[in-house]
Every structure is written in structure tokens, then in C-alpha cells.
């Protein structure tokens, strides 16, 4: 089954005289538990493409179909709803609310979408062991590792059960050892059943992927599948 299609996605960015075209039409399909890196050089359109794909901006032109709706077509709040209910976003710098604790970053999203005290502190409370963090529940990121505060953002990004899984450079502020347990956790949520599309610089992080999609300048210029 097809998780996500886009066709033609054009996106144009106006700032006083200067206009950048950062994706010039940009088309393909994404399958119902694919892994799907997203590659290509500094200022491609990487962030453009999966902030469009995660609803967090409008493309400029261009159709955008996920889970059989047409985003596009969706009313501001509805959009709101739909994303956080399939769509789980993993940022490179983290992005936890520095005033909420750990426990309190993780259980925003339940908070949201009208989950009940008992279900959301279950919820919370099985991704903290899961994630290794069950003893930092009431730090604040500040007080964390790096990794620690990925691991957070990871919790936080999966905690609604979302379809869909995206990461922008997810690695890229930690070391090899974090960055290696993000990236099988990745494989894990794969596994269980989630699509995921990250965005890398790292061939070693692509790896982990079964297909990568290169853009060069605002364009897909290659779509390879890995054969293991
Ligand atoms: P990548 O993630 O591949 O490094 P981006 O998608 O962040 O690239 O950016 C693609 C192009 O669009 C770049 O030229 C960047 O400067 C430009 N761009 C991105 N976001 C904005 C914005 N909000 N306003 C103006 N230009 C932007
Ligand atoms: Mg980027």
C-alpha cells in the first residue's frame, strides 16, 4: 500500500529581492514500511522536502497525498489533527521544550490529542524504559546528554504511534555510539511497522535504509534501491 505520493512539489521562498526555488518539482512514491533516506548536498532542499512531507510547510505547487488524503485540500486545524496523529518528527537539534521535564516533553503529544491521564502516563512510562531514560524522567533537557535528549525526541516523536516517522539529520549532533543506537532505534520502529524517511548526510547512516532518493539543487536526480 502507498504511504505518500507527491507530484511536481515546487516550493519557492521570497525574502525582499531574492527568490530561491529550494525543490523544483519534485515527484515520487513512498510504500507502506519503506525505509527511505533522503540525500544530497548542503542547501538541495533536504529540510524543504521533509518539512512539506511532515506538514510542518506548504509546498508551493505541486500534490501531496498521504495515507489516501489530500493534504492539501485539509483545513489548518484538520491538517494539525491528521499530522499529529500519523506523523512523528525527529529534528537534529532535538527541539524539547526546555521548561517541561522530560516526562512532560514525552507526554505533550497524548495531551494534544485528548488521551486520558491513566493511558498517557502507561504510554509515557513504557517509552521512558524503553528508551533507557526511566530514571531521568524528572530532569529537564538541560541536564541531559545529547543522546539522552535524542532519545527524548524520539520518545516524544513516537509516542502517538504514528505511521509515518521522519528525521532530519537525526545523528547529526552525537557521536558514533548515539548515533548508532538512534539509528537501530530507527530500525526498530521500522520493523515494527512504521514508514520511515530521514534525511542524511551520512553514508554510513544510509546504509541503514532499503532506498535513498538523492536530490542535487531542488531536484530527485537519483532513486536507488539497496539490495542487502
Ligand atoms: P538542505 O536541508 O538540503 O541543506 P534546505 O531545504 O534547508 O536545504 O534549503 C534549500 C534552499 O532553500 C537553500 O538555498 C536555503 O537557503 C533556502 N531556504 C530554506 N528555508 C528558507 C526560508 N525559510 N526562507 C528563505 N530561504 C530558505
Ligand atoms: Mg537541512
Redesign the pocket.
Known amino acids: 500500500m502507498t504511504m505518500l505520493k507527491i507530484e511536481n512539489i515546487k516550493k519557492h ?1 521570497c ?1 525582499e529581492e531574492i527568490e ?1 526555488i ?1 525543490l523544483n518539482g519534485v515527484t515520487f512514491n513512498i510504500k507502506e514500511g519503506e525505509f527511505v533516506a533522503v540525500m ?1 548536498p ?8 521533509l518539512n512539506i512531507l511532515g506538514l510542518l510547510d506548504n509546498p508551493t505547487n505541486g500534490d501531496y497525498t498521504l495515507l489516501d488524503k489530500e493534504v492539501g485540500k485539509l483545513k489548518e486545524r484538520d491538517r494539525t489533527l491528521f499530522r499529529k496523529g500519523n506523523i512523528g518528527f525527529i529534528f537534529q537539534s532535538f527541539n524539547l521544550i526546555d521548561d517541561l521535564s522530560v516526562f512532560e516533553n514525552i507526554e505533550l503529544p497524548l495531551i494534544y490529542l485528548k488521551v486520558k491521564a491513566k493511558e498517557r502516563k502507561e504510554r509515557v512510562e513504557a517509552l521512558l524504559k524503553r528508551m533507557n531514560i526511566t530514571h531521568r524522567a524528572g530532569h529537564f533537557p538541560q541536564q541531559l546528554s545529547g543522546g539522552q535528549q535524542q532519545r527524548v525526541a524520539i520518545a516524544r516523536a513516537v509516542v502517538c504511534n504514528p505511521k509515518l516517522i521522519l528525521a532530519d539529520e537525526p545523528t547529526g549532533n552525537l557521536d558514533s555510539t548515539n548515533g548508532k543506537e538512534v539509528m537501530e532505534l530507527l530500525t526498530e520502529l521500522n520493523r515494527e511497522g512504521a514508514t520511515v524517511i530521514m ?1 542524511t548526510h551520512s553514508q554510513h547512516d544510509a546504509q541503514y535504509a532499503d532506498r535513498v532518493l538523492n536530490l542535487f539543487d531542488g531536484k530527485l536526480v537519483k532513486d536507488e534501491n539497496i539490495v542487502m
Open positions: 521562498f525574502t530561491t529550494a544530497g548542503s542547501g538541495c532542499g533536504k529540510s524543504t522536502l534525511v
